[in-house]
């Protein structure tokens, strides 16, 4: 997410100047190389601090298997079956929920939170850690209060773990958050906290929050083995290797090409469960509206910080008329102005803060969060492919059976059958898949869609009181400063 308050600042590096080349995570799925060196286009403007490059196993591909029919009937005897005519969706369109799910509102509880930030080192060795403290009544955590320290390469590699765990297809992975070398520069070389760095360290440290936040929210997520090292392993955890984040120009691209390829994809699968058409379309409509609304929060923090620094160059001139004017009760009036502007001055900037936190970093994340669903979606229809591969296999199979048999050249066959069962394994464990992957998707949408309706109304009611609250200031100042404009006489 951006950082520095601007709309897409070059965000393309961090902390962790000395990470070393990390080898590619074995996928369980296969990925066109073509993409893979596609992608990795999109993570150089983000290496100049690092050597490493954040690897995504569900990254989609540009090119797909042309293997695009629903599963052959004459491969058994069974109906026909294509993308989402089995059981579990063939009803209603209301999503099943996974038998390892918990509910969100269980005995369980996971509090996180993130503070103290401190710098480590000098120039460009430095970098910030970051107090995570932990309050939960989970059983698998050895104490109900936990407190360790993590430095921002940390966040990055959990969420790199999560990722490329293949027990996660179909899950939302919250984005992870971003890096950005101007930022951490001036965190670097600051020898005092000046109110650069000051400024993006709080925005950090509220990103780190968030992200730790959604992940302790999640029923499953929660559970993570690795999450719960993040949280309670007191010891420096390992050194992380290709912690390579997207800065937020990369990161859209991302989630652009991520898009792109899901409907290109889904243009060639016979998709006949209308839930996931309509969704479909329903993510690409809301992603294009945060876009453009987006655009327009950016517009009006630029607005709001030149309205300051605007009223802040009238204040000065008006402190400077102050000075030279010889009618006492005009020179008291124009120095009280001055003070005045200043005041307000201060008011516009908060102002543009809470527009960019309330709201922007609001909206760049569910940007991220509906980058994730698309991959999920891209997850389908590769185990969908992968499900129509075995089952043209196993066709080919009992073809050559049949003739095997036909001609009488049985020698062969025993071995034959042998490979006819393990495909049929491979069809029934591919369908299985399919049709997991369709169900936790369901799940994770529905979840994302009562959540999105929540913490927007709340960010929606936080932001206008906050508004009414600068409007309210503002209207003190000046009624403070009326019975001195009165008085000139």
Not at 10 to 16: A, K, T
Not at 28 to 36: A, E, G, L, M, N
Not at 116 to 145: E, I, R
Not at 306 to 321: H, I, P, Q, V
Request: net charge negative; charged share 35%; hydrophobic share 30%.
């Amino acid at each position: 997410m951006a950082e520095d308050g601007k709309s897409s600042p070059p965000l393309f590096g961090d902390d962790d100047e000395d990470v070393a080349q990390s080898p590619e995570p074995e996928e369980s799925v296969p990925i066109d190389t073509d993409t893979q060196k596609e992608e990795k286009g999109l993570f150089d403007d983000d290496d100049d601090a690092e050597n490493g490059e954040t690897k995504r196993d569900d990254t989609p591909p540009e090119k797909e298997p042309e293997t695009t029919q629903a599963p052959l009937s004459s491969v058994s005897d069974e109906p026909k079956v294509s993308a989402g005519d089995d059981d579990s969706t063939a009803e209603a369109d209301e999503p099943a929920k996974d038998e390892d799910e918990d509910d969100l509102d269980d005995e369980y509880t996971i509090e996180v939170s993130v503070s103290d930030p401190q710098k480590v080192g000098d120039g460009m060795n430095a970098y910030m850690t970051y107090q995570v403290k932990t309050q939960t009544n989970m059983p698998q955590f050895k104490s109900h209060k936990l407190a360790v320290r993590r430095r921002f390469s940390d966040f990055l590699a959990l969420h790199a773990k999560l990722a490329e765990k293949p027990a996660y297809l179909g899950r939302i992975i919250p984005p992870a958050p971003e890096k950005s070398v101007l930022g951490m520069t001036k965190v670097k070389f600051s020898k005092e906290e000046s109110s650069g760095s000051t400024d993006f360290i709080g925005k950090r440290k509220a990103i780190l929050q968030r992200f730790l936040t959604r992940l302790s929210k999640h029923p499953v997520l929660r559970k993570d083995e690795d999450f719960q090292e993040f949280l309670e392993k007191t010891d420096d955890l390992p050194k992380a290797k290709g912690t390579s984040a997207l800065s937020g120009a990369g990161f859209m691209r991302l989630v652009k090409n991520v898009g792109d390829a899901v409907s290109k994809m889904t243009s060639k699968m016979e998709e006949s469960d209308s839930w996931f058409e309509e969704k479909q379309q329903q993510l690409d409509a809301l992603d294009g509206h945060l876009k453009k609304l987006i655009t327009g929060i950016d517009s009006l923090v630029t607005h709001r910080r030149d309205l300051s620094s605007a009223t802040e160059a009238f204040g000065k001139t008006a402190a400077l008329l102050g000075t030279v004017e010889e009618h006492e009760p005009l020179a008291r009036a124009m120095s009280q102005l001055a003070e005045i502007e200043g005041k307000i001055d201060s008011l516009h900037q908060e102002q543009a803060s809470k527009d960019f936190f309330i709201f922007g970093e609001l909206i760049r994340e569910y940007i991220g969060l509906i980058g994730g669903i698309k991959i999920c979606f891209n997850q389908r229809v590769k185990l969908f492919h992968a499900w129509q591969s075995a089952q043209a296999t196993l066709l080919k199979k009992r073809e050559s059976e049949t003739k095997m048999k036909a001609t009488g050249k049985t020698e062969k066959l025993p071995d034959l059958e042998r490979e006819i069962k393990d495909w049929e394994d491979k069809v029934d464990k591919g369908q299985k898949e399919f049709d997991d992957i369709s169900k936790r998707i369901k799940d994770e949408v529905t979840r994302f869609e009562s959540t999105r309706v929540k913490e927007f109304k709340s960010s929606l009611i936080n932001y206008l009181e906050t508004l009414m609250l600068t409007q309210r200031q503002l209207i003190s100042h000046w009624e403070s400063f009326l019975p001195e404009a009165k008085a000139i006489v």
